[in-house]
């Protein structure tokens, strides 16, 4: 196959295209991950005080100000759940 122009700006197109479509599947990657449901503050036995050392704030799951990655609404950074998971340092 010659190497003219045309067969030149037809590798920068693939290239171009190949650029954009691996874009596109990681945009869709990490939207899915941002997607996920949470679970119920009921299912987790979710209570607004401590459990002992267990404090939400002392969690890996624990997003400050007042939420959490994996149970739905507003959360106590004193609360405590039974999926409590500690911060190791």
Known sequence: MPDGPSHRSMRI?????????????????????????KISKIAVNYQDHPDGNKRCDKCVQFQPRDACKVVEGTISPQGSCRIFIPIRA
């Open 13 to 37: 197109f693939r290239r171009s295209v190949l650029q954009v479509a691996a874009a596109g599947i990681i945009a869709a990657g990490s939207y899915r991950v941002s997607a996920q449901p």
